[in-house]
């Protein structure tokens, strides 16, 4: 069993943070491959299936992002878990926009959902980082995480959310690359190799020479055709 952890704050005004992408991962996978609704438990909502004989369970803490790891510990605790069976879903400033990648154990960085996290679990867990850029200066961090994705931000938003649902099945089985590889294929697919050939430019020929000389009136004298005539 693994016990997959989406961070984000409760409530409609955060739905749509940057904060909340890992809640919006976990929405993805659970409507994409038919996992039971999400029901309130463990201080936050909890939906569960199975990816080939492989039971994941979803957690979505709702005891606001600091306190994240309160919710984590119980539902780790509660499924005699280890640390090493959890995954976290969560944003990554460090990462540009549409980039993910794994990690396994390290510090939080700061992050304090994963810093809280840390306290009641230890270090020793996964993390599935989901970029969202960063807003130049440390000091807008929070204003910036805190604020809904730009619209012009959905197209790649989207793109990322339905890789990670891609990949699930290949995560659930502990292959990151295959993960990875999914979310990239939607993120930055490979171009066709079947493109349409360019068109040539069409070739400009010497009308003169297509053509031919135009007749034109002879005006040689008879004797000089004659002698033209044995050159």
């Given at each position: ?103 396994a154990g390290g510090g939080h960085a700061g992050h304090n959902g994963l810093r809280s996290i840390h ?113």
């Amino acid at each position: 069993m693994q016990l997959w952890v989406g961070l984000g704050n409760p409530g409609a005004k955060y739905a749509k943070n940057r904060h909340n992408i890992g809640w919006m991962a976990l929405d993805r996978i659970a409507e994409d491959h038919s996992f039971a609704p999400f029901r309130s438990k463990f201080q936050g909502s909890l939906s569960e299936g199975k990816f080939g004989s492989e039971k994941v369970m979803l957690l979505k803490p709702e005891t606001f992002m600091n306190l994240s790891g309160q919710s984590v510990g119980e539902a780790m605790r509660f499924y005699k878990l280890d640390s090493t069976d959890v995954t976290v879903f969560h944003d990554e400033i460090d990462l540009a926009p549409a980039k993910v990648r794994g990690k396994a154990g390290g510090g939080h960085a700061g992050h304090n959902g994963l810093r809280s996290i840390h306290q009641h679990i230890g270090p020793h867990y996964d993390r599935v980082r989901l970029g969202v850029g960063h807003p130049g200066h440390k000091d807008r961090v929070p204003g910036y995480v805190l604020s809904d994705f730009a619209k012009a931000d959905q197209e790649w938003l989207d793109d990322v959310l339905r890789g990670v649902s891609d990949g699930a099945p290949r995560l659930a089985e502990g292959d990151g690359g295959k993960f990875l590889n999914a979310v990239a294929l939607r993120t930055a697919p490979p171009r066709s190799s079947k493109s349409e050939p360019k068109k040539s430019a069409p070739v400009e020929t010497d009308k003169a020479v297509e053509e031919g000389p135009k007749d034109k009136p002879d005006a040689r004298s008879p004797l000089q055709k004659l002698v033209d005539k044995f050159r």
